[in-house]
Nanobody, 125 residues
Framework: QVQLMESGGGRVQTGESLRLSCRTS????????MAWFRQAPGNKREGVAA???????TYLKSVKGRFTISQDSTENILYLQMNDLKPEDTAMYYC???????????????????WGQGTQVTVSS
């Protein structure tokens, strides 16, 4: 069982930055993927960024160059640095850890078994 707790959301203006943090317990698998997802009202949950324990990362096209995912493996913290935020980034953001059978980096929500409660990000114009 992997426990996750997000923090760092808030309300900002267009062009500003936020850093989300997700404190996790240790993943049971030797290879795994960690990711940030977001979901706005009426929309499907989408994978924003993911990283595996080799440091390989993948990003949603619309955030590439603006968002950076990273992890502190010693402290078990996953980060999402979000720069140049836009109103379309407004959503609930979730941290997730992959199913123990998944040993590669992925942004598909079906590959994730453990989820945090979410943190709201609101970007106003």
């Amino acid at each position: 069982q992997v426990q996750l707790m997000e923090s760092g959301g808030g309300r900002v203006q267009t062009g500003e930055s936020l850093r989300l943090s997700c404190r996790t317990s240790s993943h049971p698998a030797p290879r795994y993927s960690m990711a940030w997802f977001r979901q706005a009202p009426g929309n499907k949950r989408e994978g924003v960024a993911a990283i595996d324990n080799t440091g390989t990362a993948t990003y949603l096209k619309s955030v590439k160059g603006r968002f950076t995912i990273s992890q502190d493996s010693t402290e078990n913290i996953l980060y999402l640095q979000m720069n140049d935020l836009k109103p379309e980034d407004t959503a609930m953001y979730y941290c997730a850890a992959s199913n123990p059978r998944i040993g590669f980096v992925t942004r598909d929500p079906r590959d994730y078994e453990y989820w945090g409660q979410g943190t709201q990000v609101t970007v106003s114009s």
